[in-house]
């Protein structure tokens, strides 16, 4: 998990622009919304993209996004559910 | 080929950088041509004797053709231009092939990757982003 919420971390640093670096982005801090990163829907297309890229893992549906793609822990978790990473 | 196709797009005419479409495979992947005049209006000031087709102009056909990748019906704004790169002007009398295709899409965006290149050599490329503001056809 460590290792892979590593890798997810490392993905937000170098696909978007983040107001904080990436090692303080904590497992649970939420990605979307005023009370996390603020990522908007246009970053959530791109960390897809980044995810298939980097773990093989496809993402194409909009609820599944929306889940998956809460937090480092939450990618994370299906990375390794889908059995990848 | 595909006239029927080009008047979905939304623009009026002088607002058109799309005059054919090449190829298509419907939502995936899309060839078309822009041919470029001296008489084009936005080359008059672009530049006095300097005509050259404008970069954000090419985007804009690039994106014009990722459009018509979208279902009938369908209307969308942009809402990305990633990665665009200038490799050559582009000048009167070039015939601008421009291929969109399709590479991501979540929730109500899609986005593309485009090129336009004159003679076989790139003239531009980007990934363009379209957000879908109504679905259109989504059997089409």
Same mark, same amino acid.
């Given at each position: 998990?460590?290792?892979?919420? #590593?890798?997810?971390? #490392? ?6 622009? !983040? ?7 904590? /497992? ?8 996390? !990163?603020?990522? /908007? +829907? ?17 993402? /194409? ?9 809460? +937090? ?7 990375? #390794? +559910?889908?059995?990848?990473? | ?25 419907? *939502? ?26 404008? %970069? ?16 009938? *019906? ?33 929730? %109500? ?30 059997? %089409?």
């Amino acid at each position: 998990m460590n290792e892979v919420a #590593q890798r997810v971390r #490392q993905l937000l640093a170098t696909r978007l622009k !983040l107001a904080k670096a990436a090692e303080e982005v904590g /497992d649970d801090t939420p990605l979307f919304g005023p009370e996390g !990163l603020g990522l /908007d +829907s246009i970053d959530a297309l791109e960390l897809v993209l980044g995810l298939e890229k980097e773990f093989g893992v496809v993402i /194409d549906n909009r609820d599944v996004a929306v889940k998956v793609l809460a +937090s480092v822990r939450t990618i994370a978790e299906y990375v #390794q +559910s889908q059995g990848k990473g | 080929m595909g006239s029927d196709l080009l008047s979905r797009l939304p623009h009026g005419l002088s607002f058109r950088f799309v005059d054919r479409i090449l190829e298509l495979a419907p *939502g995936k992947r899309v060839v078309a041509l822009k041919n470029v005049t001296l008489n084009d209006p936005h080359l008059q000031g672009h530049f006095p004797g300097n005509p050259l087709m404008p %970069g954000v102009l090419l985007v804009e056909a690039m994106a014009q053709t990722a459009g018509l990748l979208l279902p009938e *019906g369908a209307s969308a704004l942009l809402a990305q231009i990633k990665e665009a790169r200038f490799r050559r002007p582009v000048v009167p009398g070039d015939q601008v092939r421009i291929e969109a295709e399709l590479v991501a899409e979540l929730g %109500g965006l899609r986005r593309f990757a485009v090129r336009a290149s004159v003679d076989g050599l790139l003239a531009a490329e980007a990934e363009i982003v379209l957000s879908v503001t109504k679905p259109g056809d989504t059997t %089409g």
